[in-house]
C-alpha cells in the first residue's frame, strides 16, 4: 500500500470519534430540554388544578336535569350521564343518584356523574280471559302485577272457575306492581238470576224472544249506517253475562241500512279451536266501498261464529284471531 493510502485510511479513523461524541452530545440536550418541557407542563397543570377553587357538590337528587345542570354550572362543576334505571318514587328524567355524593368538597371542573330516573316500570297486562283461576294468577304475578281482588259471579259463556274479565283490560300497559281485579265464574246461574245472553249479529227475533220469556224491556235503537245487514243486532247494552232484575230494560242496536240494488249477502261461519284462553276475533270486508270491520271482539273457544256480510261487487274476507289471519275468501 502506498504512503499516501495510508494517510487517508488514519485520516477517516481519526475523525470518526469526534463524530459520534458530537451526535451523543446533541442526542443528550435534546433529552434533557423534553424532560425540561415535560416537567414543566406537569408543574404547570399541578399549579392550575391546585389553584381551582374549592366547591361544594349540590344535591341534585331527585331534581329535573336542566335543573340539576344549572345547579352544576354555579359551582362550575361538570355532568356526565352514568346511566339510567327505573324508579318509581323519582319522575322521569330526574337525577337519581350521583358521584360524588352532595355536599362533597371538590375543585372546580370536576365532573359529576348522574344517573337518571326512567320513572316506574311499565308492563302489558295479560289476557287472562277464558283461563282458569290457578293460571290466571300465575300469568299476572309472572307479568309484574298484583292479583289483589277474586270476585265470583254466574255466566252463560264461561264455565264455573274461568275468568269472565279483569280489570285493568288486556294488553292495557299499566305499571309495574299494579293491582288487577279479576272476575271468575260461577258457572250456569239459577232460574232465579237472570244474565244478558250476547245478541251482536244475530236477528232481532231471538233478542225479542228472549225479552218476553224474562220479563224485560228491550229499547229498540234502530242505525242505519250499521255494517251489519238489515235486522241484525249491531250492539246492545248491556253486555253480554250482566245480570239483570226483572222488568228492567235492556238496549238493543239493530241495523236498518239501506240495502243497494246490487248489493249480496255472505254467510260467514267460523268455529274457534279449543282451547284454554278466549282469543280475539277480528272480521272484516273489503269491496267497492272500501275495508270495514264487521266484528272485533273477544270469543270464548271453540265458540262459533255466524255472520250474515253484505257486500257490493267482489270483495274478500277476511277472519283474524289475535291479530293472526286464519281465513280470507273472495266472494262475489
Known amino acids: 500500500m502506498s504512503t499516501n493510502e495510508e494517510n487517508f485510511d488514519e485520516f477517516l479513523k481519526n475523525n470518526k470519534k469526534p463524530r459520534r461524541m458530537k451526535w451523543l452530545i446533541i442526542g443528550m ?5 423534553a424532560g425540561l418541557i415535560a416537567v414543566s407542563a406537569d408543574w404547570v397543570m399541578g399549579a392550575l388544578i ?18 340539576a345542570l344549572d345547579l ?13 334505571e327505573f324508579a318509581q318514587e323519582v319522575p322521569p328524567g330526574s337525577v337519581l343518584r350521583q358521584i360524588p355524593s352532595a355536599g362533597s368538597t371538590v375543585r372546580e371542573g370536576r365532573v359529576i356523574r348522574l344517573w337518571l330516573s326512567q320513572g316506574d316500570e311499565m308492563v302489558f297486562v295479560p289476557n287472562t280471559v277464558g283461563s282458569p283461576l290457578r293460571e290466571a294468577q300465575l300469568a299476572i304475578r309472572k307479568a309484574g302485577l298484583n292479583v289483589t281482588k277474586v270476585e265470583n259471579a254466574y255466566s252463560l259463556t264461561y264455565e264455573k272457575g274461568q275468568i269472565i274479565s279483569q280489570q285493568p283490560a288486556a294488553d292495557s300497559m299499566v305499571q309495574k306492581g299494579t293491582s288487577v281485579v279479576l272476575v271468575s265464574s260461577n258457572g250456569m246461574p239459577p232460574a232465579s238470576v237472570i244474565l244478558v245472553p250476547n245478541f251482536k249479529g244475530k236477528k232481532l227475533a231471538q233478542a225479542t224472544l228472549w225479552g218476553s ?20 243486532v249491531a250492539d246492545q247494552h248491556p253486555q253480554a253475562d250482566s245480570q239483570v232484575p226483572p222488568g228492567s230494560n235492556v238496549e238493543i242496536t239493530v241495523s236498518r241500512r ?4 246490487n248489493e249480496k249477502s255472505y254467510h260467514l261461519h267460523y268455529e274457534l279451536p279449543q282451547g284454554k284462553k278466549e282469543s280475539m276475533v277480528r272480521v ?11 266484528l272485533n ?4 273457544p271453540g265458540s ?29
Open 29 to 33: 440536550v435534546v433529552l434533557f430540554f
Open 50 to 67: 391546585h389553584t381551582r377553587k374549592e366547591v361544594t357538590v349540590p344535591d341534585l337528587t331527585k331534581k329535573p336535569v336542566s335543573q
Open 72 to 84: 352544576l354550572a354555579q359551582q362550575n362543576l361538570a355532568a356526565k350521564q352514568a346511566g339510567v
Open 213 to 232: 220469556k224474562q220479563d224485560v224491556n228491550l229499547i229498540i235503537k234502530e242505525d242505519p249506517e250499521s255494517v251489519f245487514p238489515n235486522g241484525i
Open 258 to 261: 239501506a240495502t243497494a240494488d
Open 284 to 294: 272484516n270486508i273489503t269491496d267497492l266501498t272500501g275495508e270495514t270491520d264487521i
Open 297 to 300: 271482539e273477544m270469543r270464548q
Open 304 to 332: 262459533k261464529i255466524d255472520l250474515e256480510i253484505p257486500f257490493t261487487g267482489a270483495a274478500t274476507v277476511r277472519v283474524f284471531v289475535d291479530g293472526i289471519l286464519v281465513r280470507e275468501r273472495e266472494v262475489k
